[in-house]
C-alpha cells in the first residue's frame, strides 16, 4: 500500500500539469466537439479536484461521496447540453491521461512495485467506474426533470 500511496502523492504533486494536458486532450479531441460548451477553465478547476485529491478519493472518500460529486458533473454537463457520449468520452480522457503519466513517471523494477501499480490501477479503474456511472445517472435525472416541467406548467395552468 506504501507504493500506492506514494503514486497517488505523485499524482497530486503533478495536478496542475495533468489538468492542464486534460485540457489540451479535450481542446483537441475529435470526439468532444461540444465540449465548448463548458468553460476552460470551470472543466480544468473540477479536473484538478480529482487529481489534486486523488489519494483522498481513492483511499478516504465512499463511494457515495463520489457519487454525488459525479451527479452533479452529470446534471451541469447536461445543463450545458453536451452529450452524454461526450462526458463520457471525457471521463474516459481524464483516466486516460492519468494513466499515461504514471507510466512515464513511475518506474518500476522489483515485484512489490509492480504490485503496488495493481493495486493503484484497481482503485483508479472503481473511482473511474463509479463516476461514469454516476455522471449518467446525473445526466439522465437532469434530462428528465427538464422534460417534465413541460407537463406541469400545463397542469397548474389547468
Known amino acids: 500500500m506504501l507504493l500506492a500511496y506514494r503514486l497517488l502523492r505523485l499524482v497530486e504533486t503533478h495536478s ?7 485540457l489540451e486532450r479535450t481542446s483537441h479531441s475529435p470526439f468532444l466537439p461540444d ?18 485529491h486523488l489519494a483522498e478519493w481513492l ?32 471521463i474516459i480522457l481524464t ?15 522489483r515485484p512489490v512495485e509492480i504490485a503496488g501499480e495493481l493495486e493503484v490501477e484497481e482503485l483508479v479503474d472503481q473511482f473511474f467506474d463509479r463516476a461514469i456511472f454516476s ?5 439522465e435525472r437532469f434530462k428528465a426533470s427538464k422534460a ?3 407537463a406541469k406548467k400545463l397542469r397548474s395552468v389547468g
Open 135 to 139: 455522471a449518467a445517472v446525473g445526466y
Open 16 to 22: 496542475d500539469a495533468l489538468a492542464t494536458g486534460l
Open 59 to 90: 483511499l478516504g472518500k465512499g463511494d457515495l461521496d463520489v457519487e454525488k460529486r459525479y451527479l452533479e458533473i452529470g446534471a451541469k454537463r447536461a445543463a450545458q447540453e453536451v452529450p452524454l457520449s461526450q462526458l463520457i468520452w471525457a
Open 35 to 52: 465540449y465548448d460548451h463548458v468553460p476552460a477553465e470551470e472543466l480544468r478547476e473540477r479536473v484538478h479536484e480529482i487529481y489534486q
Open 148 to 150: 417534465a416541467e413541460p
Open 95 to 109: 483516466k486516460k491521461n492519468l494513466w499515461e503519466f504514471l507510466k512515464q513517471e513511475a518506474v518500476l523494477d
